[in-house]
C-alpha cells in the first residue's frame, strides 16, 4: 500500500491517518474533508500528505479507500468516487452498522469486488479531529463483513490492513455484525442516555449527588446525538429487539424485587457478577 | 473525640479506620470484627488500636460508635451494645439505606437521642478491608438522616465527624435520601446487573467483543450479591417506582425507534447528553 484515501476526518478518520502515520512514515495519505475546520486542523498538524475537497481527487491513484463518514452518507459518497478508482484498488467503510451500507454499495456498479465493509471497534464519546489518536485502534477488535461479491484478494487486502494497526480481525456477514454491536454497543449507548434522561425526569438535583458508579454508566450518553441518530435509524430491528429483551429482563427483576423473592433476586445478582467477572 | 468504635471491617469500616488515623494519629480506634479474616488483617495492619470480639467490650468508652456491617444486621447489633454507650456518646451507622435502618434503631429503648443514620457516598465494587483506602471518603457526599428524636447535639457531633474527613455532609430524611439513592445508586446498579444478564441470554460469546462502554456500564455489577440483595430488600419500593419509572422511558424510546419518529429519537439523545455533560 503506497496511498491511502480517508474519506472524513472526526475522530476515526483522524485517529486513522495518526495511526497508519505512525506504523509508516513512507506511505501517502490523502484526506477529504467537507468542513473547513477539520481541513485545517489536518493541514495544520500534518495528519495528511494533502487534503482536498474533491472526492475524485481525493481517491485518484490510492490503493486503499477507508470512508470515515456518518454511516448515512457512506453509499452516496461511495457512488460518487467510484468511476475514479484506480484498478485493484479496495474501498472500505468504518460505520458503526453494516448490512444496510453493504446492501447499498452492493447496488453500485462496479463497487461489489473492491469493498468490503469494516468496523473497527474503537471511538469514544469524544469526537472530532482534535481528540483523535494515533492509538485508538491498537488491541481492540475490527470486524470485516465481506458478502459474496467482495473478492478473496479485496478480504485479503483488507485484513492486512486493520492487522498492521495491530487489530484483531473478525469476519462475520453484515447481519451478524448488526446483531453483535446492537447488544454490545448500541444497545448500552441507548441505555446510558435513558438512565440521564431518567434522571432528569425524578429530580436534576439530585446530578449532585451521584457517585463514580452512575458517571461511568452514562459516560457514553455524552455522544454526537446526529451521529448516534443515524446509528439507530440504521440499525433498527436488531436494536428493537435489543431493546426488548432487555425489557424483559428488567421486568423480571421488578417482579422478584416486588414479590420479595429474594431468592430469584440473589440469582440474578450473583449471575451479573460471574458475568462481569469474564468480561477481559 | 477520643475514641471511636467501628463495628464491621469491610470495605466501609476499614476505611474509615485509616481515613481516621491519617487525619488525627491520637485517637483510640477499636474495631470489632465477626469474621476471624478481617480481624487478622485488621490487627495485622494496625489499622485499628484493638480489634475484640465483644460488643460491649468494643464499645466501652468510646465517644462516637459507627456500625458498618450490612444493612440488615445494624439495627440487631445497636441493641445488642447499647446499654454498655458511655453518657455523650453518638451511634451512627453507614448503610446504603436509611428508612428502614432509623426506623428500626428508634425502637431500640435508649437509642433515639444519640443515633443519626449517616450514609457516605463512597464505595467500589470492591469489598473486603484488603480493599480499604484511606482516601476513599475524600471530597464525597456523606448523608446524615435524623430525626425528630435526634438531638442538637448528636447531630452536631456526627456532622463534625464526617466534615473532618472533607466530606461534604447533606441532611435529609430517611425518606429523601432513600429515594435519592434508588435513583442514582440502587437503579445503576441494577441495570448493570441486568446488562450482564442480558448478555448472557443472548450470546456469551459476545462479550469478547465489548469495548470500553460496556465496561464502564457493567463495572458495577461485580459487587456482592448479599450485600445487594440486602440493600435492595431495605429499600424495595423506593426501587422498584425506580424501576418501573426507568422502564417507561425506555418503552417510549423503543416506540420512538420503531415509529421512526426520528426527531422524538433525536431529542432524546439529545437531551441524555445535555444532563451528562452537566454531571460534574
Known sequence: VKQVTIIGLGLIGGSLAKAIRCKNSSVRIIGWAKQMEEKASCEQHGICN????????AVNGSDVVVVCTPPDVISGLIQEFIGELKPGAIIMDVGSTKEQICHEVLKISGANGCFVGAHPMAGSEKSGIVHAQEDLFKGK???????????????????????????????VTPEEHDEIVACVSHLPHILANILCVHLKQENLS????????????????DGNPDLWRAIIEQNRNPIVQQLKAFKEVLTEVIESIQMKNGRSLHAFLEQGKVVREDLR
Open 141 to 171: 477488535v475490527c470486524f470485516l463483513t465481506p458478502t459474496n461479491d467482495t473478492t478473496m484478494q479485496t478480504k485479503e487486502k483488507a485484513k492486512l490492513f486493520w492487522e498492521r494497526l495491530n487489530m484483531r480481525v473478525i469476519e
Open 50 to 57: 494533502r487534503v482536498v475537497n474533491h472526492l475524485e481527487e
Open 206 to 221: 439530585w446530578g449532585e449527588y451521584v457517585g463514580q458508579g452512575f458517571k461511568d454508566m452514562t459516560r457514553i450518553a
